[in-house]
């Protein structure tokens, strides 16, 4: 039976060779003897004898044959077949112990950010006149809470994020729901782990603190410099919000130091320097770290990035990352959290029968208790998987996670970055194509890209500074 | 490995399974041995092709026939049949068929009376 090349995505770094192997998602690196060995199969398939003849003239017979062994034992070569093997679908069991829980605690904002999937042109859920109350109840929250922990398995720690709308609008709810989760899941014997999102408008001194003091992880949705900033993140009449957000964000990073802070990017066809986003965010600002991710829109949107604009925004995302390799190689921290949460999952060896945790570990509670497939569903009636109240529609997840499995997304079976992408968020792919379970495929270039860059910056690392990588050997990464 | 390196955790986690096993006794078979357990740290190893598998195949020797087995089916077919599955997969009676062997009176003369059934 002739050998030939399984599915695998080679690459290079610190002058060796590399092979991430699809689908186990394992990273190996090659000696000459693997490399000639995976390189005359390349040509075509041949049999066992043949290779070892054929490479005999440059390396000994049984050290090819060890070699063979090997990559076959890895799954890197295998014997030819007809045709292409099906994925394997495994669904996962039910039900799926909840880790996230994510409570839009307002659909009310005081932004007006043009782009914005909640209000713009974009929206799923009717959030001016739907049936969806603008702020969520104390006894929704409680409700949620409950749902959170009753759900949470055997899991010891439950995550509780906070979303919005603005989230701080309804900072009372916020506020006493912490408490009382607290203490609910010290009688249960567990720990909840608090987090929010905010435009960072509303930041007082007293709910600063009151942040700091309850260890509440905060991020920060912001643009970048004023001029960046005040293009889409604005108030009702127009009027830009950098010189609200700055300062407060400034006393937040000075005051609430038991939890990194990170900011989160949008980026629009009109975002150019990326590289100067993050130094104004870092630098100027002080943040920990800080997250891009290209806006959500329907593509005939003046602010969708195109083909051109994704091809800009990998470039310039590369020369952050080698910026990240250089800092990493001299073991320091740098924030560009995008580089940071991709080199964990390829440590980990991450292979995703879905994009995200959204219906699986966590779901979204809309303001009126709606139980979602994550914070951008939440309220939905279309994608309701429940409610607070009467708990998880246990046969409606399990329909979803049925029919988004990354197994009937044809488009993905012959790319290597699946393990990895999953067919990328369901939001995006809702608003793009009206359906989750449709794959973007306006990003596969753009992921690939990125995917290969963040390998390339892994191999490097692996060789030139290895103890590096220990740190997402510890649970939770940070 | 020699040629291949490991280098993420999911490369260990394929290396560390291709390595060669060490204690020679591993993979023996625990499932007839007399005594106390002796190898009380591992998961019992199941052979290939016994009756908790579909394997058609058991019930002839290699000349094609039954009268080289160690114990012929015809001869065991009511032990198989009622009380115990092994060695060779017979419909059972208890929930599956009660009547199968209704037409049998002795195994060793009357065995070609019973049919097949299919599941």
Redesign the interface.
């Known amino acids: 039976m002739p050998l030939q090349l399984r599915e695998f995505h080679p690459f290079q770094a610190a002058g060796r060779r ?1 092979v991430y ?1 699809v689908p ?8 000459d ?2 490399s000639a060995v995976v390189d005359a199969l390349d040509r075509g398939p041949r049999t066992r004898s043949q290779l070892v003849d054929e490479l005999s003239n440059r390396f000994g017979r049984s ?1 090819l044959e ?2 063979v062994s ?2 076959l ?4 070569i295998g014997e030819a077949v007809d045709g292409t093997e099906p994925l394997s679908r495994n669904l996962p069991p039910v039900p799926f112990p909840l880790t996230t829980l994510v409570l839009n605690v307002t659909n009310k904002c005081n932004l007006s950010c043009t782009y914005c999937y909640e209000y713009g042109e974009d929206r799923i859920v009717d959030t001016r006149d739907g049936k969806q109350p603008a702020f969520m109840s104390e006894e929704t929250a409680r409700q949620s809470v409950e749902l959170m922990l009753r759900e949470s398995g055997s899991n010891k720690v439950a995550h509780l994020t906070f979303f919005g709308g603005e989230t701080l609008l309804n900072f009372p709810v916020l506020k006493s729901t912490i408490a009382y989760a607290r203490r609910r899941a010290a009688e249960m014997g567990k720990e909840v782990d608090f987090s929010l999102t905010t435009n960072g408008t509303l930041l007082r001194p007293e709910i600063i603190e009151f942040l700091a003091e309850n260890r509440v992880g905060v991020t920060i949705s912001i643009d970048g410099p004023r001029e960046i900033q005040d293009q889409f993140r604005v108030f009702h009449d127009g009027t830009g919000s950098y010189d609200v957000v700055a300062p407060r964000i400034r006393e937040l990073l000075r005051r609430h130091r038991t939890r990194p802070i990170g900011a989160r990017v949008t980026l629009t066809s009109t975002t150019s320097d990326i590289r100067r986003i993050f130094r104004h965010l870092t630098g100027e600002i002080g943040f920990w770290e800080v997250g891009f991710a290209p806006v959500t829109a329907s593509p005939n949107r003046l602010y969708a990035i195109d083909e051109p604009g994704f091809d800009h925004v990998l470039a310039q995302f590369r020369e952050l990352a080698g910026e990240f390799l250089d800092y990493a190689i001299a073991d320091r921290h740098h924030g560009f959290s995008n580089v940071r949460d991709t080199l964990e999952e ?4 991450a ?1 995703k029968a879905y994009p995200c945790g959204a219906g699986l570990g966590l779901l979204g509670v809309s303001t009126g208790g709606d139980v979602a497939l994550c914070h951008r569903f939440a309220g939905s009636d279309a994608h309701k998987l429940g409610s607070v109240g009467d708990g998880i529609d246990r046969r409606a997840q399990s329909d979803f996670l049925a029919r988004n499995h990354i197994a009937d997304k044809t488009d993905c079976s012959k790319c290597w970055a699946r393990p990895l992408c999953a067919g990328g968020c369901y939001h995006e792919a809702y608003t793009r194509y009206g359906a989750t379970t449709h794959p973007n495929l306006h990003y596969c270039e753009w992921i690939r890209g990125w995917t290969d860059t963040c390998l390339q910056i ?2 490097e690392i ?1 060789e030139r500074n290895p103890k590096f990588l220990k740190q997402f ?1 510890e649970p939770g990464g940070l | 490995m020699k040629h291949l390196k490991s280098v993420n955790r999911k490369a260990a986690m394929v290396e560390q399974d291709l390595e060669p096993k060490g204690n020679p006794q591993e993979g023996d078979v625990v499932a007839l041995q007399q005594g106390p357990p002796q190898q009380p740290q591992q998961s019992p190893h199941f052979p290939l092709g016994c009756s908790l598998q579909f394997d058609p195949g058991w019930e002839v020797d290699s000349s094609g026939g039954t009268a080289g087995l160690c114990q012929p089916v015809e001869r065991d077919l009511f032990d198989c049949h009622t009380g115990c599955y092994w060695p060779a997969q017979v419909p059972d009676q208890l929930n599956h068929a009660p009547d199968w062997t209704g037409k049998c009176a002795a195994a060793q003369k009357d065995w070609r009376k019973i049919d097949l059934i299919f599941p």
């Open positions: 590399f192997l186990s998602a394992a990273v190996f690196a090659l000696d003897t693997a050290e060890e070699t090997e990559l034992g890895a799954r890197t390829i440590h980990k060896g292979s892994y191999g692996s050997d």
